[in-house]
């Protein structure tokens, strides 16, 4: 039985070595050495990053790519809240990382409400979406300096309607970049 348990740890060993030896050859594989281009203006980079900030295409402007998760604004909110939902974590992340890799790059965080409420009332809690939207931003990287918030408060609505599809409607925060 001994003898068995070592002969099959042998061949185990045998095997595991096999598996970690590399057979590929590196050597004469094509690189190529692009330069990331300063994304100062809301240009492109020149390379393509999979992270979903950087344009993915040559003079793409992944701020207007519609495949872009830049390309999405607003992170809306529930009822009389200013938490930032987890479903719009990646967004504000996804912003947030091409502030900090474009350093001269600004923007405007605005806040919103529904109609309900008094004006006073509204423009605080749309002022406490944009800053809570702005704090998260800061956390993931950017810098407190590109970003200016404001609140309009239920004074521009996206919906008109008076219901509950158009009160999520209005109950968020919109992300406009300089220059937009």
């Keep these: 039985m001994l003898r068995f348990l070592k002969v099959g740890l042998m061949v185990l060993s045998g095997i595991l070595v096999m598996g970690c030896a590399s057979t590929t050859d590196h050597e004469g594989a094509p690189v190529e050495d692009r330069p990331i281009a300063d994304n100062a203006g ?16 040559l003079g793409t402007d992944p701020l207007k790519d519609p495949a872009n998760i830049l390309s999405r604004r607003s992170v809306f909110f529930a ?7 987890d479903e719009y974590r990646g967004l504000v992340e996804a912003h947030a990382q091409y ?24 423009l605080a809690l749309g002022q406490r979406r944009a800053d809570a939207v702005k704090r998260l931003m800061v ?4 810098q407190d300096s590109q970003i200016e918030t404001i609140s309009f408060g239920k004074e521009r ?12 409607e ?9 220059g937009e």
Aim: proline share 3%; charged share 20%.
């Design 170 to 178: 209005n109950r968020r925060v919109d992300v406009l970049y300089l």
């Design 79 to 85: 009822f009389d809240s200013y938490v930032v939902e």
């Design 157 to 168: 609505p996206r919906n008109i309607e008076s219901n509950e599809i158009a009160w999520a």
């Design 99 to 122: 502030l900090a890799a474009n350093p001269t790059a600004r923007m405007t965080l605005q806040g919103h409400t529904d109609e309900r409420g008094t004006h006073e009332y509204n």
């Design 139 to 142: 956390l993931l990287g950017a």
């Design 42 to 57: 809301g240009a492109s980079t020149s390379g393509a990053s999979g992270d979903g900030v950087h344009g993915q295409n």
